[in-house]
């Protein structure tokens, strides 16, 4: 058995250096790295900022990406109890990580 090992690299900081490098197979392995095990809402939660993104071509603050969530898809994602459940270490921070997309300015 071959095994199919994807090639990207990542900053210090495990942000994809390459956008274009991003498939959902590249997240996958964003995800593992993290320690993050990807259901169908983390998928969500993943487009939605790839959307946010490419539509206003710039990341939110936490806030923002909170009260964007709730507006598209609704109360019960778009708060922060729920979005911590998904990515325990930082909502933001991870989401924009395994989404191939740079760090968000607001992160530490």
Same mark, same amino acid.
């Given at each position: 058995?071959?095994? +199919?090992?994807?090639?990207f690299?990542? &900053?210090d ?5 390459t956008? &274009?490098?991003w +498939?959902?197979a !590249? /997240?996958?392995?964003l995800?593992l790295l993290? +320690?993050?095990k *990807?259901?169908?809402?983390h ?7 790839? =959307?946010?993104?490419?539509?206003f071509? =710039?990341l939110p603050?936490?806030? !923002?990406? &909170?009260? /964007?969530?709730?507006?598209q ?5 778009g +708060?922060s109890?729920y979005? =911590?459940k998904l990515?325990?270490?930082g #909502?933001l ?7 191939? *997309? #740079?760090? #968000?300015? &607001?992160c *530490?």
């Amino acid at each position: 058995m071959i095994e +199919n090992k994807l090639c990207f690299e990542t &900053t210090d900081q495990g942000f994809l250096v390459t956008q &274009t490098d991003w +498939n959902e197979a !590249v /997240a996958e392995q964003l995800a593992l790295l993290n +320690n993050v095990k *990807l259901s169908e809402n983390h998928w969500e939660i993943i487009f939605f900022i790839r =959307h946010y993104y490419q539509q206003f071509k =710039h990341l939110p603050n936490a806030r !923002v990406f &909170t009260k /964007a969530i709730a507006k598209q898809l609704g109360a019960a994602k778009g +708060n922060s109890r729920y979005l =911590h459940k998904l990515f325990p270490d930082g #909502p933001l921070k991870y989401a924009c990580k395994i989404a191939g *997309l #740079p760090k #968000p300015p &607001t992160c *530490l």
